[in-house]
């Protein structure tokens, strides 16, 4: 019978994830270390950062996952004894191409098209399928060495669902949680996997002591593709398979709200904001920044705005949109031809309303620096987030926290997860770009005095629940369903 640990003696805390937080460059004669982005990296690179604000205090954090750098770049970072942080990576490689049908294929090609409901995108090809068993059993196999009583594993994401359930065949008294950063998609559309990859990453996920999702609605479709594919009913958040009953629960995660709020007064984030509005020269400034990917909503939103400019022809030369898009998974086709498709329309709508001294749409395809990233968040006059669908969506989060001033205006699509704790945003359809045309006309004339209670109040919410809460929530119920599952087996 394992022992309840109490909440604050885990040994160590393994971080397990397909990315690395860290990505390794050769430039010049030396290793650069760069910092890995999008949201998983980003929330729980942020979280580890501030851990001396968590209630957790593991002996040691591994961060396990999958390098995209050569073990050649590795042991030479190694020896240059550079560290990378408070916790210690532990990277693995898979065969090129076992990766390529795992992350490019059934990850991110079946899964995450899937998930975020554009089922004519998903690919439901059997060597994908295998690849992914294969780079999971990777992961199952490395973690088993690794392991020792009293360590926590926590995995992360979509690519690894099948990992909790490898994890207890290997390591059966392991506590185990797993957290799915993207949406879980409503039973008519799960159910559209093949039968035995369907069931499989159910069953997978279930080797977990504890699953988080970012909203109600994404566990109540968990409860329900279980129940109908699996015949396992759940009982108050418990679902109820034999032996051991899993707990199920939402967990919004969110970011490092200090650190976004503090950015307003850093001397570089002072100076790049003076610098935009000096460009701007008293324009009005619509922001956004997106991974480029075809779920982000880009197309749509440039349609809202083409809208815009067309029904109010008094803001022609008073307005600028800069949009920043950063490059994503350009190796599978649909990110690709998006990009296309993103950039025909910027130059078909600069080109329908661009004059010799005004351009109404700037854009930028990169990456930007922390400190250019505040900069725009806090110069804009209006922040447009526009997914067709998003799991939770942490840009949403990270200009309200930013605005120290209080001003600005975010609008926000009604189905990303962020929604559901932003409702004092204007709450848009993404598909409806007459809608999307009103908010840019509400939010340009919106009251100042209106703008900072809105604001104020989306703020005490994500400072109440920043990302240490979300993590050190999730380990509480952890421990919790820990010690639940053994009382029960004690009955
Ligand atoms: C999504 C996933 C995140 C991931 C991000 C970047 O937001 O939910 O977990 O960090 O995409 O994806 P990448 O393919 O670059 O790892």
Not at 37 to 62: C, H, I, M, N, W
Not at 241 to 262: G, K, W
Not at 439 to 460: C, G, N, Y
Request: glycine content about 6%.
């Amino acid at each position: 019978m394992p022992m309840n640990l109490p909440p604050n003696s885990m040994k160590r805390l393994f971080i397990i994830s397909n990315r690395l937080p860290i990505q390794l460059v050769r430039q010049e004669s030396t290793v650069q270390l760069l910092e890995s982005a999008g949201g998983l990296a980003t929330a729980l690179k942020s979280y580890l950062q501030a851990q001396d604000r968590s209630s957790f205090e593991p002996d040691e954090v591994v961060w396990v996952g999958n390098a995209d750098f050569s073990r050649e770049l590795w042991e030479e970072f190694q020896q240059s004894k550079r560290s990378t942080g408070t916790f210690k990576i532990e990277p693995l490689w898979l065969d090129d191409d076992v990766n390529d049908g795992f992350y490019n294929g059934l990850s991110n090609s079946t899964i995450w098209p899937l998930f975020h409901y554009f089922p004519s995108f998903a690919e439901f090809k059997e060597p994908n399928w295998q690849a992914y068993q294969q780079a999971n059993t990777v992961f199952a196999d490395r973690l088993a060495e690794l392991y020792q009583p009293d360590d926590v594993l926590w995995v992360q994401d979509y690519h690894l669902m099948l990992l909790p359930a490898m994890l207890r065949e290997r390591c059966p008294e392991a506590t185990i949680g797993f957290f799915l950063h993207i949406p879980f998609p409503s039973f008519e559309v799960y159910r559209m996997l093949p039968n035995r990859w369907r069931e499989g990453l159910l069953q997978g996920m279930l080797g977990a002591d504890l699953i988080g999702f970012h909203t109600n609605d994404y566990v109540q479709h968990f409860e329900k593709s279980v129940q109908r594919l699996l015949g396992i009913e759940s009982k108050l958040r418990f679902v109820q398979i034999p032996n051991r009953p899993v707990r199920v629960d939402l967990f919004p995660i969110s970011i490092d709200y200090e650190r976004f709020n503090s950015s307003y007064r850093l001397p570089g984030v002072m100076a790049e904001r003076e610098a935009i509005h000096q460009q701007l020269q008293g324009n009005k400034l619509l922001f956004s920044v997106d991974r480029l990917d075809y779920t982000k909503g880009v197309l749509n939103r440039l349609q809202g705005y083409e809208k815009f400019l067309e029904n109010h022809p008094e803001w022609h030369g008073k307005i600028n949109f800069v949009m920043v898009v950063v490059p994503s998974r350009s190796e599978i086709t649909s990110y690709g031809e998006r990009k296309q498709m993103i950039e025909e329309n910027i130059g078909r709508i600069n080109g329908r309303f661009a004059t010799v001294s005004w351009q109404p749409l700037v854009y930028q395809y990169r990456s930007l620096s922390f400190e250019q990233l505040c900069a725009y968040y806090t110069a804009c006059d209006v922040a447009l987030i526009t997914p067709i669908r998003d799991g939770m969506n942490l840009v949403a989060k990270e200009f309200i926290a930013s605005r120290q001033d209080e001003q600005g205006v975010l609008i926000l699509s009604e189905v990303a997860g962020a929604a559901a704790e932003l409702g004092e945003a204007l709450l848009i359809n993404p598909t409806d770009r007459v809608g999307m045309a009103l908010a840019i006309e509400e939010a340009l004339s919106m009251p100042v005095k209106t703008q900072a209670e809105r604001i104020k109040r989306m703020q005490t919410r994500i400072r109440e629940y920043d990302v240490v809460q979300w993590a050190d929530d999730f380990l509480t119920q952890l421990f919790n369903a820990k010690a639940q599952q053994n009382q029960w087996e004690v009955r």
